[in-house]
Structure formats: structure tokens, C-alpha cells
């Protein structure tokens, strides 16, 4: 009998839903079981996002710098380009939609607040990290760098293997805990009476955020279709099967074979589709941006907390740098942004454990928009690579002529 594989979504979306309903009747005792499960979770995630930075940014900021020629240099500028256009776009997009949107019917009160007696754990373990967010930032910025510019092989494959390690973490321990984390988190929101306003602001934050990625494809095939002189309806259409497919798969690694040929059909040069449509489904996460930064104003706006330009800007400078090195699995790339959400913006536990559930709650739309925003850049790149030779071969010129 063939064994049946559920996904992570339907598993979060079977968690939020038992820990709502189990929050009505669940007694204390048993409600601090999982809060304790949770506390655990939580203090270990704690201690591991500085080492999930450093494992995983500084080995990809060695493998972008490393012998890496003019065409690999433009692509990684143009995919953060693009990354950093979609953290301001959905920036100023949700400050001006989320007053009215959102008003005052979801506000998130502590749970420390809504509650007569607040429950606590049985017990905590501490684990203190061993460094701080910023320092592994910078740590890794300057390893990476380092790596990048030494011939010396030893120091970059023990880092290769510290990112396997790290990904093995996150692959076997972190995402299958996940469930039970967010459960823990619903379970505790349901019984402080606060998840009427949780649930009415998720809705209303998925259909912003389906309308939002929408627009900024429109926007990147526009551009797209501006420097290559061809139709963007037109190059947005042919990349639709590469759309539909990330849907389903919510893998840009899975979606590669379709939007390489779907690329090759806007006229892309085919050596060029295979070098910039796989660099591009690691490096570029405009969709997964979006979502982040949309849900993270969100949750503080429930949260009353302050929401400022400067705060803002810098969190999407530094979420930029961070989804290069996110990992290529269901819900990898919020994992990476953890350490920002805490460090930047002052995220806690309930707000983590929320955080986590909306971004994954939509992560086909975000792979969607990702993998469908590499197609763009593959037309830009087609552009510059094409102007930088004056002259393009017969083959390419009927390549061209496909689309045009």
C-alpha cells in the first residue's frame, strides 16, 4: 500500500484548527503541557537562528563571489534589485490599505493581558545563544567575503559542511515540529478569546497579499518587457504554466524545468535560461519579500507595535540578503528571517508563532511569484547579455522573432 505524504500546509492549517477548538475545553493542566513543548521549541529556535545565519549566509555569499564572471554579478544585483523593489512596493502598499483594512477589530493583545490567571510552563530550559543576531550577520558577511577572494579550499568546505548540518536541522527537527508549535500558539490565543480577531485578520491578509503579487509581476514584466522592446502581456502569459506549477509543487527547485522552457519560449537564449532561471530560484524571492514583509506589519499593527519608514527600510535591506541564503524547503525562507523579526523589529514567541503560520499559510502564492519574477530577470539578462555582444546569432534571432 502506497503511503500517503501530506504536505506542511495541510498539517499547520490541521493545527491551527485543532488548537483553536481544543483551546475551549482543553483544562490548564494539559494546556501547560503544550507550553512547555512550546517554551523548548521557542528557546531552541533561539539558539539555533544565529547559527542557521552564519551556516547558511556565508557559504552562499562565497558561491556568488567566487569565480563568478560579469553575468553572475548582474543577475545577483538585478534579483536583489527586484527583492528590495518588492519589500518597499509591499511596504508602502499595506501602510496605506492596512488603517482601514484592519482598523481595530484585530488587535492582539498579550496573552499575559487577556487572560485572569496567565498560564505558564512547567519548566524552562535556558539556551542562551552563542552569539547575538547581528554579530552572526556580520560574521558571516565577513567570512563569506573572505571565502570569496582566497584560493584556500579548507575553511569554505568546512562551512559547506556546517550548511548541511544546518539544513539537516531545519529539515528534521524544525519544520516537523512546526505543527506542534503552531498548535501550542493556537491553543493559547484560543483560550485568552483573541482568535475571532486573529482568524478575520489572516483572511483579509492572504486576499492582500494574492492582489499584491499579482501586481508585482505586472510591474517586473513591464520592466521586463521595457528593456527587451517586447509585449509584457505577452511574456507574462508564457510564463503562466510556471506559475500554475509552483502552485502546486511550492518548490521553485521543482518549478525549474518549466519556467527554463517556459523562458526559452520569450525568446531567452537557452545557455542563458540554464545559467540565470536556477541561480535565480535560489537567490531571488521577491514573492517570499512580499509575504514577509506584509505579514510582519500585520501582526505589529495587531500588536500595537510601533511601525516607522527607518525601521522598516532597514529590515528589508537586511530580509534581502537573508532570502539568498533561505533554504529550499516549505517554509525555509521565514526560518532565515526569524533572527530579523526578533532582532529588528522586537518579534516574542506569540508573534514568531503567528508569523509562521501566515507565511506558510501562503507559501504557493509566494514560490508562485518567485518562480515566475525569475522569467523576468532571465528576459533582462537576455537584453544586457544580447547588447553587450552588439549582434546576436541567427539562432537567437529567430528566438527573438518567436516573441516579437
Known sequence: MKKIKVGLLPKIIVAIILGIVCGFFFPDWLVRIFLTINGLFSNFLGFIIPLLILGLVAPGIADLGKGAGRLLLITALLAYGFTLFSGFFTYFACELSYPWLLGDAGELKPIEASTAVPLAPYFTVMMPPLMDVMSSLVLAFTLGLGMSVINGATLKGAMEDFKDIINKVIVTVIIPLLPLYIFGIFLNISGSGQVSGVLGVFVKIIVVIFFLTIVLLFIQFFIAGFVSKKNPFRL????????????????????IPVTLEQSIKNGV????AAFVIPLCATIHLSGSTMKIVACAMAIMLMSSMPISFGMMAGFIF????????APGVPGGAIMAALGLLQSMLGFDETAQGLMIALYIAMDSFGTACNVTGD???AVIMDRINRNSKHVGTREELEEVAVIE
Not at 537564449?269 to 542563458?272: A, Q
Request: glycine share 8%.
Open 269 to 272: 537564449n537557452r545557455e542563458l
Open 236 to 255: 507574462f502569459r508564457n510564463m503562466l504554466p510556471a506559475y500554475m506549477t509552483a502552485l502546486g509543487t511550492q518548490s521553485s527547485a521543482a518549478t
Open 318 to 325: 537586511m530580509l534581502g540578503i537573508a532570502m539568498v541564503a
Open 375 to 377: 522569467g523576468a530577470i
